[in-house]
């Protein structure tokens, strides 16, 4: 198996792109990225958009080899619309456009299967599907709340296996925070899982007490499964301080020998918070 994380916010952008190669098969996550439309009342600068557009192409160069995609939700962190004829001749999973949806992404949603159709693309439903490869399968969860609060709607988590090994992807669902993300993953017992971590960098509007709930599922997971690797980013890595959240983790880890990573680290990549340190920029005059 190799996993990639192509896009993530450790690398400069909001995203969780993934790339997983199994058995021969090439399956993408997510191939979407975005900015963030205002972080410390200013706008993207021109170090994020370049780099933006830099990562754009580069899941568009993976996505036109992939054989297998799956979007988790539709937020545009997290798929493209305008490359809706990059996906004809793929095996499109999407999560359910009609149910376990708020209004927003609903919308969204429908403007996207428009394109699909135009495009000749069919696509199945993601929810609760089991794909059988040579050598491995493919475990798509049940709708999974984003963070919190309902009014985000649902998303999906993935779990790849090849052999003896499992990767895991669970984007949005900000820790976990949830039981039913936390069910999920111990069902399938990862070696590497990517997760987004709860949005630390938003303090008491995200919750002060979801915050520890979502530590306390992390404490649980480390301890429990012990993954190879835990690649914590995407919401938790738009915080500067996001290590000092995270030391009861880092410590858990150090006794269980689980790695943690960022998704930069996890792929043999330059760390480059940019969205983070957006301020530092400007008051530098970068």
């Not at 990059?86 to 708020?102: E, H, Q, S, T, W």
């Not at 495009?119 to 999974?144: D, F, T």
């Not at 949830?178 to 987004?196: G, K, M, T, V, W």
């Not at 008491?204 to 480390?222: D, K, Q, W, Y």
């Amino acid at each position: 198996m190799r996993v990639e994380v192509l896009a993530s916010e450790s690398l400069g952008v909001r995203s969780m792109a993934v790339e997983v190669e199994v058995c021969g098969t090439r399956i993408l996550i997510d191939p979407g990225a975005a900015l963030g439309p205002k972080r410390y009342g200013l706008p993207p600068d021109e170090v994020e958009l370049a780099r933006l557009s830099e990562l754009r192409a580069l899941i568009r160069e993976r996505l036109r080899l992939a054989g297998i995609v799956i979007i988790t939700h539709y937020h545009f962190d997290h798929y493209t619309p305008d490359w809706a004829e990059d996906l004809r001749g793929k095996r499109v999973f999407l999560k359910d456009p009609a149910r376990n949806i708020n209004r927003n992404q609903a919308r969204r949603a429908g403007e996207f299967l428009e394109r699909l159709s135009r495009a000749g693309v069919r696509w199945e439903v993601a929810e609760g599907r089991r794909l059988r490869l040579s050598g491995g399968e493919i475990v798509i969860s049940g709708p999974l709340w984003h963070g919190p609060e309902a009014r985000f709607g649902c998303v999906v988590a993935v779990s790849v296996r090849e052999g003896e090994t499992t990767f895991l992807h669970s984007s949005d669902v900000s820790g976990p925070v949830r039981e039913e993300a936390l069910e999920f993953i111990f069902s399938q017992r990862p070696d590497i899982l990517f997760l987004d971590g709860p949005s630390t960098y938003l303090g008491p509007r995200f919750g002060l007490e979801a915050l520890e709930v979502a530590r306390r599922n992390l404490l649980r997971l480390i301890g429990e499964i012990s993954p190879e690797s835990l690649i914590l980013d995407h919401h938790l890595l738009r915080d500067l301080s996001w290590s000092r959240w995270a030391e009861p983790l880092l410590e858990a880890a150090e006794g269980r020998r689980v790695r943690i990573l960022s998704g930069a680290e996890f792929s043999g990549k330059p760390l480059l918070l940019l969205e983070a340190e957006r301020h530092l920029r400007r008051r530098a005059g970068i």
